[in-house]
Nanobody
């Protein structure tokens, strides 16, 4: 069984920063890519950022580009999301996800095979 566990969420003032972490574990787990999504109350789950381990390519939603940075350590099956210049509209549950096999479009929810439970990020204005 593969498990993804997020940490690092919390309450922060607008303009502040947070760093989320996600650790994957499980027997013989090896992912093709990992990513972050978020879901605000009453809204659809939306793509935030992803990283393709081979080559290290990263992808971002337009709404976070220039403010958020995804990084990770493949050997440790860990991915991070550094969030700077946070805005109230960034408030959501942030979920970590992993892709098992090769996929071209990492911005699609359906591309991901495994999901974490999420960590709450609340940005006060």
């Amino acid at each position: 069984q593969v498990q993804l566990v997020e940490s690092g969420g919390g309450l922060v003032q607008a303009g502040g920063s947070l760093r989320l972490s996600c650790a994957a574990s499980g027997r013989t787990f090896g992912s093709y890519a990992m990513g972050w999504f978020r879901q605000a109350p009453g809204k659809e789950r939306e793509f935030v950022a992803s990283i393709r381990w081979s080559g290290g390519s990263t992808y971002y939603a337009d709404s976070v580009k220039g403010r958020f940075t995804i990084s990770g350590d493949y050997a440790k099956n860990t991915v991070y999301l550094q969030m700077n210049s946070l805005k109230s509209e960034d408030t959501a549950v942030y979920l970590c996800a992993a892709v098992r096999g090769a996929i071209s479009n990492l911005k699609l929810r359906i591309a991901y095979d495994y999901w974490g439970q999420g960590t709450q990020v609340t940005v006060s204005s």
